[in-house]
């Protein structure tokens, strides 16, 4: 309820009635005058109340009247009515209805009862009611009021002075609120000029309006009164204490600061009359020193100091420097410069302890400080305040380490600053007597070199919450305790560390974002402010501030760091040191950052552990100068007492064996890596001491990098193993955890930092391979580790790291320590595939630059000679290709390098690493690369088919090659057209500057060059030293060759046959004909060697054939093609060069294989104009040409499956390989030089041997001259037409030559048919079939070619003659293949029969056909005949084989058959002349030869040769005998003298005589008697010369039967008993059985054509025939009785007789 609320006025009305009435009442009695007072007053009130609306304003105004009644009451001095009155006189008050007068009567009422000393308390109230709830009170009634307060503060009575105190303390502020209020109210208003500054009048007052003139009245006095002068306002005090003077002074300043800086009047206060007090006061503190007691020499006594003034100034300064400190700058400066004195060591203790509460004080101000730095510090001529207070700081702390000396034993109860002695502490419990039993708690403390120092909370941090500052109540100086003072100075230092930092980081911030703001507004204007903030001067005194305290706060916290044993005030302190590190960072203060990051790194260690580059910085020794006295930088004191945590071994050399890490060094570590973490952008070069140490650590901790450069705890590996207890166990998962965090926040860091990072970390990683070089100690890959982890975080800007990150790396990969090695390679290897997948802006493939720069390293890595390292860089080419392998475009040629840059000397898993690579480019990747890396593909392919390490890379590169050519030849058209674009880009870059262009068979197309060079490769690899790549080589070349050649343009066919395919067969033969015949033992032990393969010879030999055959097989298929190009027939001459030389060589092998391509080159047909003379060619040269062909050799055939004429289909079917128009293309050179080089292959390979015995001269081999041989007939059907005589003799020559030679005794089983058979070997054969050609196509040839014929007889008829008569070969001995021995080298004779048999059925063949032919009339072929075959007709049964006379007398018999008309018919011209004696002569040889039958010739066989003799004599009968007028008559004598031999005398002397009869030939006598008869009695007879030689042979044969008969009947008688011998029975036998046929032809022929003497002649056998009955051979008898039989018809004369007379 409000005051003025009418319901509260009604109740104000009733009250002051009712104490009226009350008053009235007690006054009744005793004192009248008041109770008369009181009821005139009730009555006023009445009125007053009745009369007026505002009730309270007309009381206020009525109010000394009101009061009157009261006053007097108390004026009675009854205790009862003086209460009740001044009850009732407050509620006036508080009622606010009190006028001024009124007041000022009640004051001096008032003062009237505080003279008398009543009511004090009630007086004390009264006037507080009075001064608060209004302010009506001024000038000297209120100094009247005031000084009452104070006079009742020094009553006797406790209470009362207490409730004073209150009071004063209550009113001084009153008065100065009202102050303030009253500014408040005249705020709107114009300020009046103010006063001029010097005015010294301190009286002068004039210009403040009346409550602040009140206030300074006040103020001034209490100075006055502090500095026990009489005061100028307060009028009537009687006494006064400083104490509590000081106190009203502190709180008028430090409650009402604006006053005093809003008027200057009271500015002027303070510099005048408060500074000097203040000062004054403090003379005895200042000049006061511990233990310099009064002594004689001292002029004066010094006053000693006094606690409560000096803590009563001590706070009031406080105030001063807190709210004035912009008005007293001067002043200040001296209070500071008293406070810092006041912390020396010889002040009294509690001295130093209030003043490190008051630096505490200011400590907690960063803002305070900041205006010191820029008042004192910064300026020139002055005192650095700042850095004075920090070093006192500082000082202050280490002189609590530091123990007293004994002199100053007397001073005071506790040594200075309350450091106990380490006995002490030990007693007291101190850590360092916790030992073994340690069940206490430790105290926090801090304990350095045997001093002990508890340490207390003083206050939360960031308040300055004091002690001693606060007791204002202690008189005595209290006793302080142990280790406060330093707790006080150790908060100190933080708060001052976390204000200025936080102050100065917030302000940093605050600008940066200004000026981002800023940037965003007005992004046109250029950024000249680099990094620069925008108020320079701010920036000054943040750098002056760092500048100014650091040197003391690192003293003061290393030391505190060392002494320090408990974990969280560590934890402070690495704060401390963490946060001004990283502001120095900020501020890009150098080297007090690397000064503190030392120190934490230093701390980190263990103690006295040799890190060069912690003693190297800078600071090494540094003293810092703190207020003259001289700091030494602490280093750690080993014997503090920490609790172990790990034991490791040291990465240093220095300290040998083990190093022990503590709880605390571990912490310290954490704050490194939390310093890095979070600061890491400032760290700049300091990166390089954070980085250390984190290595030795970690190297100590025994962490061991793993993928991607983590660090994990590993098993240390050397020495006795790092021990690590629990704790340390669990925390090392964190630190491994943070350390990776701290890599992976460098991608937050701006460009600049992260190079610093890399920098730092590369010169670490040097220093770590410097260490490992020349010792085998495990190295330390901390480094390595973290810049694979930095590069991988920091992907996204890769560029601006890479070269320093991979040039580093590169260098580690060279280190020759292996684990050093492999992390480097494993480092750049990863950071090559992160780079490559990472998803970058804008992507790689638009950014070939960044790809290249990626992929550079991986390259350099090929110019490393270790091999796990070429491993794993390889390995990772694996991967990018498994990865991204399709993306790699402009990056291919980089990486197929790196792929081929495999040496020999780099060993097998290498090269199939590398070859893995390639292999998977080959299959999947060709078509993704760009065409111009294609050629790279084929270069890497060919080197991996030349390693030697590993043959099964070779041979499996080699099919690469093969799949490559392959894609080339599918994706022809797309790679022309893309290696032409480049190629037009390439060129006008040359052009430009002006150089031809650098590209290997530049000028043809650039697609042939990827041929060439793919052939070239080839071409390398088939002289390989290797046979198994050399045959794959060839067979993939010629493969490629034939399959892809089409694409090729005719001008490259030219570099493919000159520069590839010819100059490959040189290598060849040179290699072939140089290599070497010694045995190659089996390689490897376990691979067998096939004997053909056994010597490097032979293996070149294999070589040689394949490309032989290759190089033929394309002149063969691109024959058209080729012979497009100018030289070819150079080309084709050169081919047959090394056809011929092939053929020659002496290895059996290689010659029969250069047939074989022979043959293959001249399967060719010469191309024709028009299409459709195919049908023509094909009848005309196939029937001919693929029976000569089919004639396969032992072995493989030569005939490819497709025939002739499919060939010539598919050559001229193709509309593409026509041949233009009108251009016949004349290849009878080409076929000439062929026939020339086959001449000139026949000759040198048959010419038999000169030497004799030599055993080691080369014979060529069987299939060798077979296919020789067989190439004649394809040969022949290209110089069909200009064969001459001429050639058709060195044919010959050759073919004899051929046949000639033998063969050596261990192929002989595969060549000789077991040699009972008859079988002709295939060279025979061959040798047939050629002549079988030649007579076939002069057959179906013009005339002028059948004069060939008789050669082609004389040939054949050389080879009949073997049969009796095997050729020699040069003086070489050769054995019957029965006689030689398989495994000996001698030279077997083949068996001729067969071949000779053979050649004679061709001869009757051929001459079946041409026996009329004028050439083989005019060259007696038929003589030739005869007398050819009369050789084996003479020799009969001395024939090497039976079968070769039967053969023989069945040709003569044909030829025969067929000659003996045509020479009838020639018969005048003399030309078969001469054949006729060697007819008789052969006639005569074989019917009777001189040779006797074999003995085991069965009586079946004697009869069937028998049978022979009878056709030969039958047909003399036939075909010679009825012309014989068209025949010479000698030959016919002969034939007639013949016959009569035969008649008579045919027996053999050789047979038993039971098969006699048999043997006796007789079917052959009767014949030849029966056509002697038949001739004989011929009527035909031409000339009576016949027919007289006839008839003589007659009567010859008649007469000699008749001598034999009675020869026989004489011996007959002779012999008696004995018989007679065996040959004379027989022919007595043969002559009677010749008589019985005589008689038989007698009968049959016309009587009239015998001659009568003949008649004359039988019949006189008769009587003979009678005598010869008495023998007693039964054969004979039977014969005598065949003989006798026809004499019958003689018995009676013919009737005929008579006529015949007549006739």
Known sequence: MSPSSPEAVKKLVENMQADLRSLSMECKKKFPPVKEAAESGIVKIKT????????????????????????????????????????????????????EAAAGNIINMLWQLMENGLEELKLLQTVLVLLTTNTIVHDEVLSKAIVLCFRLHFTKDNITNNTAAATVRQVVTVVFERMVAEDERFKGLMEEPPAVQGNSNRRSVSTLRPSAKDAYMLFQDLCQLVNADAPYWLVGMTEMTRTFGLELLESVLNDFPEVFLQHQEFSFLLKERVCPLVIKLFSPNIKFRQGCGSSASSPAPVEKPYFPICMRLLRVVSVLIKHFYSLLVTECEIFLSLLVKFLDGEKPQWLRAVAVESVHRLCVQPHLLRSFCQSYDMKQHSTKVFRDIVNALGSFIQSLFILPSAGNSSSSSTPAGGSVSASQGSAQGGPGSAGAGGGLITQAAFEYRGTWIPLMSVSIQGSAKATYLEMLDKVEPPSIPEGYAMSVAFSALLDLVRGITSMIEREISKQEQEAAMREEAEPASPPQRDRCPQDPMAHEVWEEMVNACWCGLLAALSLLLDASTDESATENILKAELSMASLCGRLGLVTPRDAFITAICKASLPPHYALTILSTANLSNKVYSIQGQSVQMVSPSSESHQQVVAVGQPLTAQPQGTVVLTAKNIQCMRTLLNLAHCHGAYLGTSWQLVLATLQHLVWILGLKPSVGGVLKPGRAVEGPSTVLTTAVMTDLPVISNILSRLFESSQYLDDVSLHHLINALCSLSMEAMEMAYGNNKEPSLFAVAKLLETGLVNMDRIEILWRPLTAHLL???????????????????????????????????????????????????SNVLHADIRQKQLEC????????????????????????????????????????????????FLPTMPCMCLQIVVDVAGSFGLQNQELNISLTSIGLLWNISDYFFQRGEAITEELEREEAVLLKQAQEKGEPLNRPFHPAPPFDCLWLCLYAKLGELCVDPRPAVRKSAGQTMFSTIAAHGTLLQPPTWNIVVWKVLFHLLNCVRKSSSTADKEKIESGGGNILIHHSRDTAEKQWAETWVLTLAGVARIFNTRRYLLQQLGDFFKAWEVLLDHIQSAALSKNNEVSLAALKSFQEILQLVTPIKDTDKLDALAMDVSPVLMESLQVSVPGRPLVRSDSLAERLA??????????????????????????????????????????GADKLVFVPSQPFLTALIQI?????????????????????????????????????PFILPSYTEAVLTSLQEAVLTALDVLQKAICVGSENLQVMYPAIFEQLLLFVEFSCKPPQYGKMETKHVANAKYNQAEWVALNYVPFAERSLEVVVDLYHKTACHKAVINEKVLQNIIKTLRIPLGLKYACPAESTWKLAVSSLLKVLSIGLPVARQQASSGKFDTMWPEL?????????????????????EFQRNEAVDVEVVQLISTEILPFANFIPKEFVGRIMSMLNKGSIHSQSSSFTEAEMDIRMREEFSKVCFETLLQFSFSNKVSTPQEGYISRMALSVLLQRAQDVLQRYVEDQRLSGRCPLPRQQVTEIIFVLKAISTLMDSLKKTQPENVDVNVWAQVIALYPTLVECITCSSPEVSSALKDALGPFKDFMQPPVSKVQNGES
Not at 820 to 837: V, Y
Not at 904 to 916: H, K, M, V
Not at 1229 to 1243: E, M, P, V
Not at 1480 to 1500: G, V, W, Y
């Open 877 to 924: 080419v694996l991967q990018i290709l498994q990865n991204q392998g399709d993306s790699l475009g402009p990056g291919w040629p980089l990486v197929l390098g790196v792929i081929g840059a495999i040496r020999n000397d780099q060993g097998e898993s290498l090269i199939r690493t590398a070859f893995q690579c390639l292999q998977l480019v080959v299959t999947d």
């Open 1480 to 1500: 008789a002569n052969a006639f005569e040889d074989f019917l009777f030869t001189k040779s006797t039958p074999p003995d085991n010739l069965s009586i079946q």
């Open 48 to 99: 007053i109340a009745a009369r007026n609306t505002d009730i309270l304003a007309a009381l206020k105004e009525n109010s000394s009247e009101v009061v009157q009644p009261f006053l007097m009451g108390c004026g009675t001095k009854e205790p009862k009515i003086t209460q009740l009155c001044l009850a009732a006189i407050q509620r006036l008050m508080s009622h606010e209805v009190v006028s």
């Open 1272 to 1308: 004649f007939p394809a040969l022949y059907q290209h110089i069909a037409g200009g064969f001459s005589m001429e050639d058709l003799k060195k044919l010959g020559v050759i073919l004899y030559g051929a046949v000639s030679v033998p063969i050596s005794s261990d192929t002989s």
């Open 811 to 861: 260098e580690v990969c060279q280190h020759p320590n292996a684990r050093m090695r492999e992390w480097g390679a494993e480092a750049i290897t990863s950071l090559i595939k992160a780079g490559l997948s990472f998803k970058h802006e804008p992507p790689l493939s638009k950014n070939q630059r960044l790809q290249l720069l990626l992929l550079n390293p991986l390259k350099e890595l």
């Open 1210 to 1251: 598919q050559r001229y079917g193709a509309q593409a390989s026509l041949p233009p128009p009108g251009e016949e293309l004349d290849d009878s050179a080409l076929w000439w030089s062929a026939w020339n080089t086959w001449y000139r292959i026949g000759t040198e390979c048959t010419r038999p041997p000169s030497g």
